[in-house]
């Protein structure tokens, strides 16, 4: 999942700045973001960004078949947790993850 959402934040992010992966656990539960700057996604897009083949825009020049945040989407789910996205004008896409740090 981790190198999924690492992958799209190369693939879309700006690639003069940085990408910053964090993470930590707090009160049974897993936290981890990775944060990319680059254009805003837009809300038409994010409502369907993880659902399969889901591409943002007219992007064919890119390379996948729109799997890569349904599979993580899909990871979380299985792991009673949820991945999230919020990305806003200011440039910055941050994808969340929220999932139980122990098997229940």
């Not at 930590?24 to 990319?36: A, K, P, Q, T, W």
């Not at 399969?52 to 007219?58: D, E, I, N």
């Not at 299985?78 to 991945?83: F, K, M, R, T, V």
């Amino acid at each position: 999942m981790l190198s999924n959402l690492l992958g799209n934040a190369v693939t879309h992010g700006d690639r003069s700045q940085p990408i910053q992966v964090r993470g930590f656990e707090r009160s049974g539960e897993l936290f981890l973001s990775v944060n990319n700057r680059g254009a805003p996604i837009p809300d038409a897009v994010r409502a369907s960004l993880f659902q399969h083949f889901s591409r943002p825009g007219k992007q064919s020049s890119l390379q996948g078949l729109g799997l890569g945040l349904y599979i993580a989407a899909e990871i979380a789910r299985a792991h009673d947790g949820e991945l999230t996205v919020e990305s806003s004008a200011s440039a910055d896409t941050t994808f969340k993850l929220r999932m139980p740090s122990q098997a229940q």
